[in-house]
């Protein structure tokens, strides 16, 4: 294998700076170990699956809003409901903390995962949370940073999972140092959530991998707020740009191990404008020390190289207008024609046997319940009975449109950042094969499109709101491969734990990497992985409010992908494969709930 070094030439004599090393390194690593190639994970010196603070004083956070009212409000404003300029209170940042990051249950059911022996033993015990995590990690560190209009007395305070508690690191109002590393995009807020990942978190594991998993568990956690906000009147905006050096002081972490990835400002209820003035940076620094329960952390090179390469220009955020530009650029050039490998005809006009989808099936469950029931099927699908038209449809809509990152303030105000295919294999009315997911053209269709029989449509409930993302329709499959794609499917996946054939229909998200890195340097890979996180969140949460099961892996042969789509190689990525469907019906499980 040729290193990772700081640039090298492609096999078209392209130079490839640190992140596009990186991004093509994982394309490849199904085929190609990435370096070390011998790790191995010791799982009896496995960390915490978070930070630990024994010393730090605490305080125990409210589990949300009335259960009752929150889900009426909940279901009233749709799954994905419009949000609003409502503010914060202890009340809902407790509420959105819990239900994203918080345990809310223990993982006791009988399924095909290789952890499935060892979850009942209580050291190997797994718990549930709102949100998805590569390997169900969960390394991600939530830090509140507050001022003089929250609630308590201002500091800097570490989200204590298992605990559903705030500590306290360090006391006094520093939010004029998270507003100077914003550089002036947060005047008049005093109020921070700052999300941080400890690489060794998911290292131990995935070793020099673990960089792609966590920026796609950051995307995760933001689209899991954007979600949770907008069903209880609130909006939130996340800064993926910003002084990462200044933030990473002040919370003490060290550069080489740990890092800062996204700041998310909070309007707070009954906030006046007090913090504009609310005095100049302080330099402080927070002195609580964590306590590591490994007693061996490592340190890899390649995800020491690729997360230094990511801070350069952190600070300066892209010029309005160049992202949407360059993404407009790129998706012309992927849609103009075949990449190597695919069928003669497949270019992307619609085309006769391209299906219309009909509108999305109104979810029936709200933010918190949706969240709660997210779960991975591990090896409990079943293509009977199969899933309908609209459901896919509805799967397909929230998970293309988390993949625009809209609430993201670095993020493309037109172009997605994402594009879908769909492998179907049990959706009433489609017939099974490969179809890429498209808007349907203005001018119509040059041939017949066929339209899906007719399902039972479900009981809607009295409290649902319109199908969201609202009112999706005119959107069409076009097919690129007919015919039963499962052999394709389970040879190209590398684990045991699915049966891909027997899920509804497999979604791939695939990006522009490269345009994105060009347009705004290395740091717009993690813009890429939130971009594919989110959608993949999305779909954890649409999928058991439209009645379906849901999984998504990591472990699949990317560049056997490229090809069998006819995407462009090296240009356009497949980097997640997410499958939804119907279950068995009769699943063996534990009713563990915490809350």
């Excluded at 673990?210 to 796609?216: E, G, L």
């Excluded at 964590?290 to 390649?302: A, C, D, I, K, L």
């Excluded at 017949?448 to 007719?454: D, G, H, I, L, N």
């Amino acid at each position: 294998m040729q290193p990772l070094t700081q640039t090298w030439m492609d096999e078209r004599g392209t130079t490839m700076g640190e992140a596009r090393t990186y991004a093509s390194a994982v394309l490849r690593r199904g085929r190609v170990p990435m370096e070390p190639a011998d790790f191995a994970p010791d799982w009896a010196d496995r960390p915490r699956k978070g930070k630990y603070y024994p010393n730090a004083p605490h305080f125990p956070l409210p589990d949300g809003p009335v259960a009752g009212n929150a889900e009426r409000e909940g279901v009233g404003r749709g799954l994905f409901g419009p949000g609003g300029e409502g503010g914060f209170t202890l009340e809902l940042l407790g509420g959105l903390l819990k239900d994203s990051y918080g345990l809310t249950g223990r993982r006791l059911a009988v399924q095909a995962n290789s952890d499935l022996g060892t979850l009942p033993r209580y050291p190997d015990a797994n718990f549930s949370r709102g949100t998805a995590s590569g390997g169900g990690l969960y390394p991600i560190g939530i830090h509140w940073v507050s001022g003089a209009s929250g609630p308590l007395t201002p500091g800097v305070h570490h989200y204590a999972t298992p605990h559903h508690a705030m500590r306290r690191l360090l006391t006094g109002d520093v939010t004029a140092d998270v507003r100077a590393a914003l550089g002036g995009r947060a005047e008049g807020c005093d109020q921070f959530l700052v999300l941080t990942v400890k690489f060794w978190q998911n290292a131990f594991k995935y070793n020099s991998f673990a960089y792609h998993v966590v920026t796609m568990d950051i995307g995760a956690l933001l689209e899991t707020w954007r979600i949770w906000a907008g069903a209880h009147g609130l909006h939130l905006g996340a800064a993926l740009w910003f002084d990462e050096e200044r933030i990473g002081r002040l919370l003490g972490l060290s550069p080489e191990q740990e890092g800062v990835f996204a700041v998310v400002p909070l309007r707070w209820a009954g906030a006046g404008t007090g913090a504009e003035s609310g005095g100049l940076p302080t330099g402080a620094r927070v002195a609580a020390v964590e306590r590591e329960r490994s007693r061996t952390v490592s340190t890899f090179e390649t995800v020491r190289r690729v997360h230094e390469a990511t801070l350069r220009g952190a600070a300066e955020p892209p010029a309005d207008g160049v992202l949407d530009a360059a993404l407009r650029t790129a998706w012309q050039r992927l849609r103009a024609g075949a990449g190597p490998g695919s069928d003669p005809g497949s270019g992307l006009g619609l085309e006769p046997g391209a299906v219309l989808l009909p509108v999305p099936e109104p979810p029936v469950l709200g933010a918190r319940a949706a969240l709660r029931a997210r779960r991975s099927s591990f090896g409990r699908f079943t293509g009977n009975p199969p899933m309908t038209a609209a459901q896919l449809a509805a799967a397909l809509a929230a998970a293309d449109a988390a993949g625009r990152l809209a609430h993201c303030q670095e993020g493309p105000q037109q172009q997605p950042l994402t594009r879908l295919h769909v492998f179907v294999n049990h959706v009433a009315g489609i017939p099974a094969g490969a179809y890429a997911y498209e808007p349907q053209k203005p001018s119509g269709p040059s041939g017949p499109s066929r339209q899906p029989e007719p399902s039972e449509p479900s009981e809607p409930s009295e409290l649902a709101g319109p199908p969201e993302p609202s009112g999706r329709a005119g959107w069409v499959l076009r097919p690129v491969r007919l015919g039963p794609q499962g052999w394709f499917l389970q040879r190209n996946y590398f684990l045991d734990n699915y049966n891909l054939e027997q899920s509804g229909a497999l979604i791939v998200v695939s990006a522009p990497t490269p345009a994105v890195l060009d347009a705004v340097g290395d740091r717009g890979l993690r813009l890429v992985n939130a971009a594919v996180g989110a959608a993949s969140q999305a779909l954890y949460t649409v999928a058991p409010a439209v009645g379906l099961a849901c999984g998504v892996a990591l472990g699949f042969d990317s560049v056997s992908y490229t090809e069998h789509l006819g995407l462009l190689d090296g240009e356009e990525l497949p980097l997640l494969i997410m499958m939804v469907g119907q279950e068995h019906r009769s699943p063996a499980d534990f009713d563990y709930t915490i809350v």
